[in-house]
């Protein structure tokens, strides 16, 4: 058994804590009126250090994966840390302008603002299911054969009983 799984399981487990974190904490803010500056000032810090983590974890996650020879999920890792990059370089200076005007009594920003919030909540959640495939990738991570017979991240564990994951994929697979 390769010693780069321990790695890629810790950077696995990080970028479900960073997004999950992300997630729970960032949906509690939409309750916020957004009517003082100080709350379009949070809720951008916010999302700055959320990108910020989420480019690294999802960095160390690619290069973690590679070096297992999980060259998809090192794919769908790379994908999350560009989509972290482009939507940090374009949602923080586009959170600057409306909290500008926000703070200039603009009533139309307040909306925009929290459109703004709302989808880009949607969206990392859409990203963090689809980059990492789903249910069904999960599953393929946890039943995949490693070198030396051994089945997915957790060697001790025997196979599962065809089906036992609930769906005919399973089955098909044996």
Same mark, same amino acid.
């Given at each position: =058994? %390769?010693?780069?799984?321990?790695?890629?399981?810790?950077?696995?487990?990080?970028? =479900? #804590?960073?997004?999950?974190?992300?997630? /729970?904490?960032?949906? $509690? /803010?939409?309750?916020?009126?957004?009517?003082?500056?100080?709350?379009?000032?949070?809720?951008?810090?916010?999302?700055?250090?959320?990108?910020?983590?989420?480019?690294?974890?999802?960095?160390?996650?690619? #290069?973690?994966?590679?070096?297992?020879?999980?060259?998809?999920?090192?794919?769908?890792?790379?994908?999350? &840390?560009?989509?972290?990059?482009?939507?940090?370089?374009?949602?923080? $200076?586009? =959170?600057?302008? #409306?909290?500008?005007?926000?703070?200039?009594?603009?009533?139309? &920003? /307040?909306?925009?603002?929290?459109?703004?919030?709302?989808? #880009?909540? /949607?969206?990392?959640?859409?990203? @963090?299911?689809?980059? %990492?495939?789903?249910? @069904? !990738?999960?599953?393929?991570?946890?039943?995949?054969?490693?070198?030396?017979?051994?089945?997915?991240?957790? $060697? %001790?564990?025997?196979? $599962?009983?065809?089906?036992? !994951?609930?769906?005919?994929?399973?089955?098909?697979?044996?």
């Amino acid at each position: =058994m %390769s010693s780069a799984i321990y790695p890629a399981l810790f950077f696995t487990v990080a970028m =479900m #804590v960073n997004t999950g974190y992300f997630l /729970l904490g960032g949906l $509690p /803010l939409l309750i916020l009126k957004h009517d003082e500056p100080l709350d379009a000032r949070f809720v951008r810090g916010f999302f700055n250090v959320y990108y910020h983590a989420a480019f690294w974890v999802a960095l160390g996650a690619a #290069v973690s994966y590679a070096l297992w020879g999980r060259f998809v999920f090192a794919v769908g890792a790379a994908v999350l &840390a560009a989509t972290a990059t482009i939507l940090r370089k374009r949602l923080l $200076p586009a =959170m600057l302008q #409306v909290g500008s005007q926000i703070e200039a009594g603009d009533a139309s &920003a /307040l909306q925009r603002f929290r459109r703004m919030h709302a989808t #880009v909540l /949607l969206l990392t959640w859409y990203s @963090s299911w689809s980059s %990492s495939g789903g249910s @069904s !990738c999960c599953r393929r991570l946890f039943h995949a054969r490693v070198p030396g017979g051994a089945t997915g991240l957790w $060697p %001790s564990l025997p196979r $599962p009983v065809a089906g036992a !994951c609930g769906t005919r994929s399973c089955a098909a697979r044996r």
